[in-house]
C-alpha cells in the first residue's frame, strides 16, 4: 500500500534518474592533449536537445482537422525514449484549460515526458454511447485521432512505447475509459478524474491499469450513477475493471485523510492495478488543492505501472 509521501518521492526518484540518464548521454567525452603526429582520437558528439515549450499542431484525421497543445520539458534528449501523456478536457472545455488546472506541465518538467492536450470537437469528445457534444453526434473516430497524433510525436521524439498513459477529466475521463478498452494494446495505464466509465462494448485483449479520482459530493456527475444522462456509477466502472484485468486479492482501504479514502487491487494480471481515490466533498473540479496535487499521484501511479 503506498501513501502520499511515497507517491512524491517516486516523482522525484524517477525524475533524477531520467536527468541523470540524460546527462550521461549529452557530455562530450574529453580528448587529452597529443604530439602532432599522433592520430587524433574521434570525439562524441553530444545528442541534440529537442526545443522545449508549448505548441499548437494540427492535422487531418479522416478529412477532419484536429489540433492538439504539446508541452515539451526542457532539456529533453532527443535520442532518449520518453513517456508521454495525453491529457483530455471536459465537455465545453479546451486544452489550454486543462493544461492550465491540472498543472502536469509542472510535473513533466521534474519528470521529463511529453504532454498531449488534444483539442475535442467543438469541446467534446465520443465516448462510444449517448451523451452531449457534437462528437457522439458525429460519431467521431477518437481513436485514429490518438493514433495520428502518435505518428506525429515520432517526428519530433522516441516516444516509449511502455509509457504511454492518458488522463482526463469530466467527459474526457468517460474517453481514457473508452481508449483503454479500444486502444489497450498502446495504452499502459489511464487516469480518470470525476468521468465515469460509459462503455458498455469494452473488451480489451490487453490488460491496462486504472486510476479513478472521484469526488462524494459531485452532483454533475453523480459518484453513485444517474443523473441526466443515467450515467454508471463510479463502482460499476471499478468493478468492471478488477474483473477485466483479472485481481484476484481483495482490495486494500486506507485514509491518507479524513476526506480521502483510497481503495488499491494491487494483485491483477501482467502487474496492472485498479485504484479509486474518493474525496468526502470533493465537487465536479479538478482536485488541485491536496497535497501532493492529484497529478503527481497520478504520474506516480503511471510511472509504476507501464507495459509489460
Known amino acids: ?12 526518484t524517477f525524475a533524477i534518474l531520467l536527468s541523470t ?3 550521461n548521454q549529452t557530455a562530450a567525452i574529453p580528448t587529452a592533449t597529443i604530439a602532432p603526429t599522433a592520430t587524433l582520437a574521434p570525439t562524441a558528439t553530444a545528442a541534440p536537445t529537442i526545443q522545449p515549450g508549448d ?17 515539451i ?23 489550454f484549460q486543462m493544461q492550465r488546472v491540472t498543472e502536469f ?12 492536450y488534444p483539442k475535442g470537437i467543438r469541446g467534446s469528445w465520443n465516448t462510444g454511447e449517448e451523451g452531449p457534444g457534437s462528437a457522439i453526434a458525429q460519431n467521431v473516430d477518437e481513436p485514429a485521432f490518438i493514433r495520428q497524433i502518435l505518428a506525429d ?13 492518458a488522463v482526463g477529466f469530466s467527459q474526457g475521463g468517460s474517453l481514457v475509459y473508452r481508449l483503454a478498452c479500444d486502444m489497450s494494446d498502446t495504452f499502459a495505464a489511464i487516469a480518470s478524474v470525476s468521468g465515469p466509465m460509459e462503455y458498455s462494448a469494452c473488451q480489451p485483449p490487453q490488460a491496462v491499469s486504472v486510476i479513478h479520482v472521484h469526488g462524494l459530493a459531485d452532483t454533475l456527475v453523480p459518484y453513485s450513477g444517474g443523473g441526466s444522462y443515467d450515467l454508471p456509477s463510479v ?21 491518507p485523510t479524513n476526506i480521502i479514502t483510497h481503495t488499491a487491487y494491487a494483485s491483477c494480471q501482467a502487474g496492472t492495478a485498479v485504484e479509486l481515490y474518493t474525496i468526502g466533498s470533493g465537487r465536479h473540479f479538478w482536485p488541485s488543492e491536496y497535497v501532493p496535487p492529484f497529478s503527481e499521484i497520478i504520474w506516480d501511479f503511471f510511472a509504476m505501472h507501464p507495459k509489460p
Request: aromatic share 8%.
Open 1 to 12: 500500500m503506498k501513501n502520499h509521501k511515497g507517491h512524491l518521492f517516486l516523482v522525484f
Open 21 to 23: 540518464a540524460s546527462c
Open 55 to 71: 505548441s499548437e499542431r494540427k492535422l487531418m484525421v479522416n478529412d477532419l482537422e484536429r489540433s492538439y497543445l504539446l508541452h
Open 73 to 95: 520539458p526542457p532539456g529533453l534528449n532527443s535520442q532518449q525514449p520518453v513517456p508521454v501523456i495525453f491529457a483530455f478536457h471536459g465537455l465545453s472545455e479546451s486544452p
Open 105 to 116: 506541465n509542472n510535473v513533466a518538467d521534474l519528470a521529463n515526458f511529453l504532454v498531449v
Open 153 to 165: 510525436l515520432d517526428t519530433i521524439a522516441i516516444i516509449d512505447p511502455k509509457h504511454i498513459y
Open 235 to 255: 463502482e460499476q466502472g471499478i468493478a468492471t475493471w478488477v474483473q477485466l484485468d483479472d485481481c484476484t486479492d481483495s482490495a486494500q482501504v486506507e485514509k
